[in-house]
């Protein structure tokens, strides 16, 4: 009897811990720091980032796309945060450099994804540089519906009485030390749902200087501002009962040459990392290189925000910390054949529905149709099917969705003349 007693009253106990958790409020806050490659980013002392990565996960990354296919995507800086923002590459996103010309609103930004699914939740974006709130989240434009940053602090490299500008940008050292410290404390004390830090000088620096005592010291130092938001985070979770997930990556990597520039597809260029501060990162975050674009189904997944289907069926992303089925669907088509071959994760015997669309509305803002056209056991990695494209049709857009999650790829389609 007192065996059975004491066995209620610890399950009582753990309901009650369970129930105390589910009740927990997540938040995400991710931190871009500027073109730090892998390789520079395991020369240099970084304890904070180094730290948030051991409480929770790191990982090897990369970024520009899949070299050689439609998905091949710049080594550039706002190409790779708006990859980050949006789940996609540039062959959907459409930001193929810093000028911004003319991004592809259709595919929506983290941001407007909350704000669309959760209106009252808020934003915030700490930034070196404005035009990540401006141009790539668009805030505030038609095109974006009007999509609200809640709070904001940026636009100081606009304001040259305080931050006279220097050739060696080193003003920029001082504002990212600005936006760090204001959102700290704007995380410590409003507690946002979803913010965007940015720090630029790392990249600045590197191109000034190269591989060299200068570049490791700036990352030294954006490392430090990291740590005072990762300490802000840890404090707020004293004192509230909220769960914080904190991402800390990078845009690209730099030149194999001398590690100045970047933009190309070297392997340097496309190395980046990732790390993240909890422990519930999944085994393909484990095994795999990710890659920039799984963290916005990461922050999706942990913020508990739905996705209509073609916005999903769009990303070109798995998340890092749920259970995924599959990862990296290719496919040839000659004529009216098209073969799919893909990665599967499990050993787990599950069907996968195929779906395809000969057209692109996404791209033009409306809804996709697509037709189911077979349903295979994931275990078999490849499948040969027929298909009957439109004779002005390029590209075949191919969804396999499993039973947690959907990827996807554009089939080129080989002409037999
Ligand atoms: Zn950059």
Request: charged share 25%; no cysteine; net charge neutral.
């Amino acid at each position: 009897m007192k065996k059975n007693l004491t066995s209620i009253v610890l399950l009582l106990f753990s309901i009650s811990i369970i129930a105390q958790e589910s009740k927990k409020t997540n938040k995400v806050v991710f931190i871009l720091v500027d073109g730090i490659s892998s390789d520079l980013y395991y020369k240099s002392n970084t304890p904070n980032i180094d730290a948030i990565g051991k409480e929770g996960g790191f990982t090897e990354a990369y970024v520009g796309g899949k070299r050689g296919t439609i998905t091949e995507t710049p080594t550039i800086s706002a190409v790779g945060y708006n990859s980050l923002i949006t789940g996609t590459w540039v062959h959907k996103h459409n930001v193929f450099g810093n000028e911004i010309k003319k991004p592809n609103y259709n595919y929506p930004t983290l941001f407007r994804v909350l704000k669309d699914a959760y209106p009252n939740k808020k934003t915030a974006i700490f930034s070196t540089w404005l035009d990540n709130r401006t141009k790539l989240v668009g805030e505030n434009l038609p095109a974006t519906n009007h999509v609200k940053i809640d709070y904001h602090f940026d636009g100081l490299e606009l304001d040259e009485e305080r931050f006279p500008h220097d050739p060696y940008k080193k003003y920029l050292k001082r504002i990212d030390a600005e936006v760090a410290r204001e959102a700290a404390n704007h995380i410590l004390n409003e507690g946002p749902d979803l913010s965007w830090v940015y720090l630029e000088h790392s990249d600045d620096v590197a191109h000034y200087y190269g591989e060299s005592k200068e570049f490791f010291d700036i990352v030294a130092y954006e490392d430090a501002l990291i740590g005072t938001i990762a300490d802000a985070i840890k404090l707020r979770e004293q004192k509230t009962n909220e769960n914080w997930l904190l991402i800390v990556t990078t845009d690209h990597g730099r030149m194999p040459s001398d590690g100045k520039h970047h933009g190309f597809q070297s392997h340097r260029e496309r190395s980046i990392w990732v790390a993240m501060n909890k422990p519930i990162t999944n085994d393909y975050f484990k095994k795999n290189k990710v890659a920039i674009v799984d963290v916005f189904p990461t922050i999706t997944n942990f913020l508990n925000i739905p996705l209509p289907k073609n916005i999903a069926y769009e990303l070109d992303g798995v998340p890092l910390n749920k259970q995924i089925d599959v990862f990296d669907l290719e496919g040839i088509a000659i004529d009216k054949k098209m073969q799919l071959k893909w990665m599967v994760e499990h050993k787990k015997n599950e069907i996968a529905k195929i779906y395809i669309t000969y057209a692109n509305k996404t791209k033009e803002g409306t809804k996709d149709e697509y037709q189911l056209i077979e349903e295979v056991d994931v275990q078999k990695k490849e499948v040969q099917l027929k298909i009957n494209p439109p004779k002005q049709t390029n590209y075949i857009k191919v969804v396999l969705e499993t039973k947690n999650h959907s990827i996807n790829t554009w089939v080129k389609i080989n002409k037999n003349k």
